[in-house]
């Protein structure tokens, strides 16, 4: 089997992230609950082991649920061990008495809890999940960057958590310096092999330089970040922090002051430590010298844009819920979503004409759906799934090539698959720059020949492929 | 307000463009995207701007356009002694009814070929500036409008630049397209031999298009939809013209404006009732590349205007669904 270099290398780099930010939690919990008694370093190794393990997996076609039992029970094998090397050393590994000793201990995790177990058990079975995650994940510039992002917060919030409870890491400079290393070069890569962004632009096709520009730029911004990131800074950043929470709390007692309050007793907000009398006089003065009818419209004004933003902030996150509900959905093998955009708001319009009609009697004529659109977006989605899948097979599309430039190179690169491919291309470009939607049989059509793509694409071996592939080089 | 043509529209937009594409190709040996380029011209009712060196067939091609429509035909031979009045026209005295009357000068016609253009003056170079771009002359305190469709076609040679003056870029500008016919192949230099042992073929070449069916076919073609990331296509290869280091002066608008035209036509001629960003991608050295004005130290480098466009094509992203 052929290496796919872009599903080792960005993997790798993911797990250098989080491989920082998982030691300095566990770190962390390990020096303030459990004593200093788990060695961390150990535990840490069930990370990589998880990953290659269901890499490994991946090598034979096999059935989900198989690999799920396979990872389960390897994962419990792995924690046993690990259970036996960091906390029962002195005994052999045939002796039954560890054995004996573990159920004790895992018995009394759950009556009466221990440290030292529990967090071997806990960080134990993180760490193996977190490295069948990594297996799964996609390699692109995506999710580099997206897992960058997470991470990054992860740590910032992990080194304030140990310099509030005062625990001192063990070379935090260094830590802080592999972590964005490992950041920034799985960013650099992977822009580098979709053949996007200024550096791959300069560099197409010198790897070599390229892979020691953006090792050398790591460092450097790695080193400059870690050295800013000094215990006085990060007590600043809270200071700084505090104050505009100080602000913050001011403003939203002045506003909270103009919300009507019932004529029966005005409810009194509670003195604030930010807030002192004499600091609420100015605003109080303002309040008398507006007249008593503008002050109320401002007051309904005030409420209703209270209500608005609010209902703006709830639509915003439950849209990205779902939305990320969807995507999670659609990331499951073989399963087929349409990217169904207006969807949210069509239901919410559904339902607030139903409330309507229910309490008014009167039925307001509900929207046309936009079938023609939709029909667009579909054939769009599946041009979309056929770029990414082509890019993850070291085929990316050049940002400078049109459609049917970019359909020559994959014609060379399958040409089991030239017809399908042609196909593909023709009603994406007929759907995307003519606005001319595909019958409902299209797109059932083009959707099959999207599964035939793939399949011709696992059938044929390595050897007739087109030379893009056999020679295991991104397109430049 | 949409009025998109649709793909049946269209249809005779390409009809007329194989007719028109096979009568030129009786007198014109190859050159099929030279042919091309200047039916994309005709459909935008653009000037063209023929450069190559003598011999290759520049006044062949536009006088074989000509002849295959059912146009007015008038030729200018441009040289150093040839005045603006020569070109627009001038009022003259008739003693014999004591009146002063309008001579129309060869520029009222639909198709003009100003042959060698850079031999004339730049005094008489710019009495074409009005032509070209309003359609219409002025003559003493007249302005008198030209005949439609109107159609500028102007040869030039590279080489010879003795007595020659330099088009201004004003005049370069207000061509849509320039064209380079370039030598013919060993064979088809061979069929050309064939082709005019006999008789010239361009003597007996028969019109295959009026003019009020071009009229028509222009207004189709300006209705084929032009999708908006296209448009901003367009717009990113112009104005990465004028930010390019070896450019001084990069594309005007009126340059994406006839790229934007020309596209239409070429989708047009194409059978397509949209434009793709293969035909901005096609016609952008064409459309923008005589327009450029170049840098000393990009000419010493030997870096072309062709090149530097070609340059920012392979630097601009096509829109195109990203790989999420």
């Given at each position: 089997?052929?290496?796919?270099?872009?599903?080792?290398?960005?993997?790798?780099?993911?797990?250098?992230?989080?491989?920082?930010?998982?030691?300095?939690?566990?770190?962390?919990?390990?020096?303030?609950?459990?004593?200093?008694?788990?060695?961390?370093?150990?535990?840490?190794?069930?990370?990589?082991?998880?990953?290659?393990?269901?890499?490994?997996?991946?090598?034979?076609?096999?059935?989900?649920?198989?690999?799920?039992?396979?990872?389960?029970?390897?994962?419990?094998?792995?924690?046993?061990?690990?259970?036996?090397?960091?906390?029962?050393?002195?005994?052999?590994?045939?002796?039954?008495?560890?054995?004996?000793?573990?159920?004790?201990?895992?018995?009394?995790?759950?009556?009466?809890?221990?440290?030292?177990?529990?967090?071997?058990?806990?960080?134990?079975?993180?760490?193996?999940?977190?490295?069948?995650?990594?297996?799964?994940?996609?390699?692109?510039?995506?999710?580099?960057?997206?897992?960058?992002?997470?991470?990054?917060?992860?740590?910032?919030?992990?080194?304030?958590?140990?310099?509030?409870?005062?625990?001192?890491?063990?070379?935090?400079?260094?830590?802080?310096?592999?972590?964005?290393?490992?950041?920034?070069?799985?960013?650099?890569?992977?822009?580098?092999?979709?053949?996007?962004?200024?550096?791959?632009?300069?560099?197409?096709?010198?790897?070599?330089?390229?892979?020691?520009?953006?090792?050398?730029?790591?460092?450097?911004?790695?080193?400059?970040?870690?050295?800013?990131?000094?215990?006085?800074?990060?007590?600043?950043?809270?200071?700084?922090?505090?104050?505009?929470?100080?602000?913050?709390?001011?403003?939203?007692?002045?506003?909270?002051?103009?919300?009507?309050?019932?004529?029966?007793?005005?409810?009194?907000?509670?003195?604030?430590?930010?807030?002192?009398?004499?600091?609420?006089?100015?605003?109080?003065?303002?309040?008398?010298?507006?007249?008593?009818?503008?002050?109320?419209?401002?007051?309904?004004?005030?409420?209703?844009?209270?209500?608005?933003?609010?209902?703006?902030?709830?639509?915003?996150?439950?849209?990205?819920?779902?939305?990320?509900?969807?995507?999670?959905?659609?990331?499951?093998?073989?399963?087929?979503?349409?990217?169904?955009?207006?969807?949210?708001?069509?239901?919410?319009?559904?339902?607030?004409?139903?409330?309507?009609?229910?309490?008014?009697?009167?039925?307001?004529?509900?929207?046309?759906?936009?079938?023609?659109?939709?029909?667009?977006?579909?054939?769009?989605?599946?041009?979309?799934?056929?770029?990414?899948?082509?890019?993850?097979?070291?085929?990316?599309?050049?940002?400078?090539?049109t459609?049917?430039?970019?359909?020559?190179?994959?014609?060379?690169?399958?040409?089991?698959?030239?017809?399908?491919?042609?196909?593909?291309?023709?009603?994406?470009?007929?759907?995307r720059y003519g606005q001319?939607?595909?019958?409902?049989?299209?797109?059932?059509?083009?959707?099959?020949?999207?599964?035939?793509?793939?399949?011709?694409?696992?059938?044929?071996?390595?050897?007739?492929?087109?030379?893009?592939?056999?020679?295991?080089?991104?397109?430049? | 307000?949409d009025?998109r043509?649709?793909?049946?529209?269209?249809?005779?937009?390409?009809?007329?463009?194989?007719?028109?594409?096979?009568?030129?190709?009786?007198?014109?040996?190859?050159?099929?995207?030279?042919?091309?380029?200047?039916?994309?011209?005709?459909?935008?009712?653009?000037?063209?701007?023929?450069?190559?060196?003598?011999?290759?067939?520049?006044?062949?091609?536009?006088?074989?356009?000509?002849?295959?429509?059912?146009?007015?035909?008038?030729?200018?031979?441009?040289?150093?002694?040839?005045?603006?009045?020569?070109?627009?026209?001038?009022?003259?005295?008739?003693?014999?009814?004591?009146?002063?009357?309008?001579?129309?000068?060869?520029?009222?016609?639909?198709?003009?070929?100003?042959?060698?253009?850079?031999?004339?003056?730049?005094?008489?170079?710019?009495?074409?500036?009005?032509?070209?771009?309003?359609?219409?002359?002025?003559?003493?305190?007249?302005?008198?409008?030209?005949?439609?469709?109107?159609?500028?076609?102007?040869?030039?040679?590279?080489?010879?630049?003795?007595?020659?003056?330099?088009?201004?870029?004003?005049?370069?500008?207000?061509?849509?397209?320039?064209?380079?016919?370039?030598?013919?192949?060993?064979?088809?230099?061979?069929?050309?031999?064939?082709?005019?042992?006999?008789?010239?073929?361009?003597?007996?070449?028969?019109?295959?298009?009026?003019?009020?069916?071009?009229?028509?076919?222009?207004?189709?073609?300006r209705h084929v939809h032009t999708e908006e990331s296209v448009r901003g296509y367009i717009v990113a290869i112009t104005q990465a013209?004028?930010?390019?280091?070896?450019?001084?002066?990069?594309a005007?608008p009126r340059a994406s404006l006839g790229l934007y035209q020309a596209s239409q036509a070429l989708a047009?001629?194409?059978?397509?009732?949209y434009v793709l960003p293969d035909d901005v991608k096609?016609l952008a050295?064409?459309a923008?590349?005589?327009?450029?004005?170049?840098?000393?130290?990009?000419?010493?480098?030997?870096?072309?205007?062709?090149?530097?466009?070609?340059?920012?094509?392979?630097?601009t992203p096509v829109p195109v669904?990203?790989?999420?």
């Amino acid at each position: 089997m052929k290496l796919n270099w872009r599903r080792v290398l960005l993997p790798l780099t993911a797990m250098g992230m989080e491989g920082c930010a998982l030691y300095t939690l566990l770190f962390l919990l390990n020096e303030r609950l459990a004593g200093n008694a788990v060695p961390i370093l150990w535990l840490m190794t069930l990370y990589p082991a998880a990953f290659i393990f269901n890499r490994l997996l991946e090598w034979r076609p096999v059935r989900m649920a198989i690999r799920l039992i396979a990872n389960f029970m390897a994962g419990v094998i792995c924690l046993l061990l690990a259970f036996k090397g960091l906390l029962f050393r002195g005994m052999a590994l045939a002796d039954p008495a560890w054995l004996t000793a573990l159920g004790h201990d895992l018995s009394s995790v759950f009556q009466s809890p221990q440290a030292a177990p529990l967090l071997v058990l806990l960080g134990g079975a993180a760490l193996w999940g977190a490295g069948w995650r990594l297996a799964q994940l996609r390699p692109d510039f995506k999710t580099a960057a997206s897992e960058f992002q997470f991470t990054l917060v992860v740590m910032l919030f992990l080194l304030f958590i140990a310099t509030e409870l005062d625990v001192a890491l063990p070379n935090p400079v260094l830590l802080a310096t592999v972590f964005f290393l490992f950041g920034l070069l799985g960013m650099s890569l992977a822009h580098a092999m979709e053949g996007a962004g200024w550096l791959a632009g300069l560099n197409r096709g010198r790897w070599g330089g390229l892979l020691l520009a953006s090792f050398i730029l790591v460092m450097v911004i790695g080193l400059l970040l870690s050295s800013l990131l000094t215990p006085s800074l990060l007590h600043a950043i809270l200071d700084a922090l505090k104050w505009v929470w100080g602000q913050v709390m001011k403003a939203l007692v002045f506003l909270a002051s103009l919300i009507p309050v019932p004529e029966s007793g005005p409810i009194e907000i509670p003195p604030t430590a930010t807030t002192s009398p004499d600091e609420a006089e100015p605003f109080r003065n303002i309040m008398e010298l507006i007249p008593r009818i503008i002050l109320k419209i401002l007051r309904v004004v005030w409420v209703l844009l209270v209500i608005g933003i609010t209902a703006l902030a709830l639509w915003r996150v439950s849209s990205q819920v779902f939305d990320w509900l969807r995507r999670r959905r659609g990331a499951t093998p073989g399963a087929e979503v349409e990217p169904l955009r207006g969807a949210f708001l069509a239901d919410l319009l559904a339902l607030l004409r139903r409330i309507w009609a229910k309490i008014t009697g009167i039925k307001l004529p509900a929207r046309q759906p936009r079938a023609a659109a939709a029909e667009l977006t579909s054939v769009r989605h599946i041009y979309e799934r056929l770029l990414h899948w082509a890019a993850s097979q070291g085929w990316p599309r050049p940002v400078f090539q049109t459609p049917y430039e970019y359909l020559s190179l994959l014609e060379a690169s399958l040409p089991a698959a030239r017809e399908e491919l042609r196909s593909i291309t023709d009603y994406y470009v007929r759907a995307r720059y003519g606005q001319m939607p595909p019958s409902d049989a299209e797109i059932r059509r083009l959707k099959e020949e999207w599964h035939q793509i793939k399949q011709k694409h696992l059938s044929t071996p390595a050897s007739k492929r087109g030379p893009e592939e056999s020679g295991g080089k991104a397109h430049g | 307000m949409d009025n998109r043509v649709s793909l049946p529209d269209v249809t005779p937009v390409a009809q007329a463009a194989r007719k028109l594409a096979a009568n030129i190709n009786r007198v014109i040996v190859g050159k099929e995207e030279a042919i091309r380029l200047m039916m994309v011209a005709l459909l935008c009712e653009g000037h063209v701007f023929i450069e190559d060196v003598p011999g290759i067939g520049k006044t062949m091609l536009a006088r074989a356009t000509a002849s295959s429509l059912g146009c007015t035909f008038k030729r200018i031979q441009f040289t150093p002694d040839l005045l603006p009045s020569d070109v627009t026209g001038i009022y003259y005295f008739n003693q014999k009814s004591q009146e002063f009357e309008f001579r129309p000068g060869p520029i009222m016609a639909n198709i003009v070929l100003a042959d060698e253009i850079n031999r004339a003056t730049p005094r008489t170079q710019s009495c074409l500036l009005e032509s070209m771009q309003e359609r219409q002359v002025t003559v003493d305190v007249d302005t008198i409008p030209l005949p439609r469709p109107f159609m500028v076609i102007a040869t030039q040679n590279p080489i010879e630049l003795e007595g020659t003056f330099p088009l201004p870029e004003a005049q370069l500008d207000r061509f849509l397209l320039k064209i380079k016919l370039g030598y013919p192949s060993p064979q088809e230099e061979e069929a050309i031999l064939l082709r005019f042992q006999e008789a010239n073929p361009l003597e007996g070449l028969a019109s295959v298009i009026t003019a009020p069916e071009l009229l028509q076919l222009q207004q189709l073609c300006r209705h084929v939809h032009t999708e908006e990331s296209v448009r901003g296509y367009i717009v990113a290869i112009t104005q990465a013209t004028r930010n390019h280091p070896g450019v001084k002066l990069g594309a005007s608008p009126r340059a994406s404006l006839g790229l934007y035209q020309a596209s239409q036509a070429l989708a047009a001629i194409q059978g397509r009732s949209y434009v793709l960003p293969d035909d901005v991608k096609y016609l952008a050295a064409p459309a923008l590349a005589h327009r450029l004005i170049m840098r000393t130290e990009t000419g010493l480098r030997g870096q072309s205007a062709e090149g530097i466009v070609a340059e920012i094509l392979a630097s601009t992203p096509v829109p195109v669904e990203a790989a999420s």
